[in-house]
């Protein structure tokens, strides 16, 4: 059997380096049952890791390599790619940075590239800084807007993990009157199909999916609005046609518990607060956003830069550990050229 089907090689670009991000990537190694599951190697720079070390109070080694064959994913050492683009007289934790943005751009840039070379099956990010990339007169605004570029996928999808319960999202960073006319029959369509193929991709043979009510009730037959009416249930009729299993739109104050409890596989959140809200109150810690519809797998942590406590030895690295858990989970299902190359 290939080594990489018991534990997959995991790249984990830094993050903005003036945030937690390589905080919570090092006290992420310095959990041992990782190594259990991963093969992590960490794109960063070196002196930004070792601040981290100290300040954290990590006993934890650094050794630099040049290419994740050459890592040794031994519990107590950290593999880094180090990238030389951080001045260390002008480096502060907890401040936009140009220079930090370019970094944390950098850093996923060779992320991609290592996925994309078979190099390593998939991408756990920390965060980065939307204010930091335009300071770095980087010209994209996310990690989203980076990957799209990078692999030519115009609309990747993103699905939401905490626990036994998956969101995914109709529209996501869009003001809530856009967002609703966005929600026409043609794109629920679109959506419950690629959110089914996405299941597929992670394994589940089986895929049940809910869509979320926009009003109050789920419009009861128009009288809270139409919207039901006009276009999410026309919507979910011609999933159906598909062979789609969809139910819906079913009341959105009681669909995401009835999902986390096992009735549905993953609910189709209709816009951003949404679905994040369902998440991040079920456990704001271990919720995870996963990027679907990429040659590769992507997870992430679902929390910011957090400026305020950077550099202060004191984030948790809760959220980090469950995203590199699910990149290692899924990566097998997910990316069968990695594996079997």
């Known amino acids: 059997m290939n080594k990489h089907l018991e534990t997959p090689i995991i790249a984990i670009p830094i993050g903005d380096p003036a945030g937690i991000g390589p905080e919570i990537t090092i006290k992420t190694l310095n959990e041992k049952e990782i190594y259990g599951v991963a093969k992590p190697v960490v794109i960063g720079n070196e002196a930004v890791l070792q601040k981290a070390l100290t300040l954290s109070h990590v006993d934890l080694k650094i050794r630099c390599i040049n290419e994740p ?42 992320a991609i590239e290592l996925v994309q070379q078979n190099k390593a099956g998939s991408i756990a990010t920390p965060p980065i800084n939307k204010e930091s990339l335009k300071a770095g007169k980087v010209s994209y605004i996310d990690h989203t807007a980076m990957l799209s570029a990078f692999t030519g996928v115009e ?96 009341p959105a104050d009681s669909v995401f518990h009835q999902a986390m409890n096992g009735k549905y596989d993953a609910v189709l959140s209709l816009y951003h607060d949404q679905g994040h809200i369902a998440a991040k109150m079920a456990d704001f810690e271990r919720t995870v956003s996963i990027t679907n519809g990429l040659p590769f797998l992507r997870t992430s942590v679902d929390h910011g830069t957090a400026f305020d406590i950077a550099g202060k030895g004191i984030a948790s690295s809760v959220s980090m550990i469950e995203c590199v858990k699910a990149a290692a989970k899924y990566t097998p299902f997910f990316n069968k050229q990695y594996l079997f190359h």
């Open 69 to 110: 064959a050459e890592g040794r994913f031994e519990y107590g050492t950290i593999d880094l790619i180090h990238l030389d683009n951080i001045e260390t007289d002008r480096f502060a934790f907890g401040k936009v940075s140009g220079m930090c943005g370019r970094a944390a751009y950098e850093y996923i840039k060779k």
């Open 155 to 250: 609309d990747p999808l993103t699905m939401f993990e905490v626990h036994s319960l998956r969101i995914f999202f109709l529209t996501r960073h869009l003001p809530l009157k856009d967002a609703i006319s966005e929600m026409t029959k043609e794109r629920v369509n679109d959506y419950l199909n690629r959110c089914s193929e996405a299941l597929k991709r992670l394994g589940l043979e089986t895929r049940k999916l809910a869509v979320a009510g926009l009003n109050p009730h789920a419009g009861e037959n128009g009288l809270f609005g139409t919207e039901e009416m006009d276009e999410l249930t026309p919507g979910i009729e011609l999933a159906k046609q598909d062979g789609i299993d969809a139910v819906g739109p079913m």
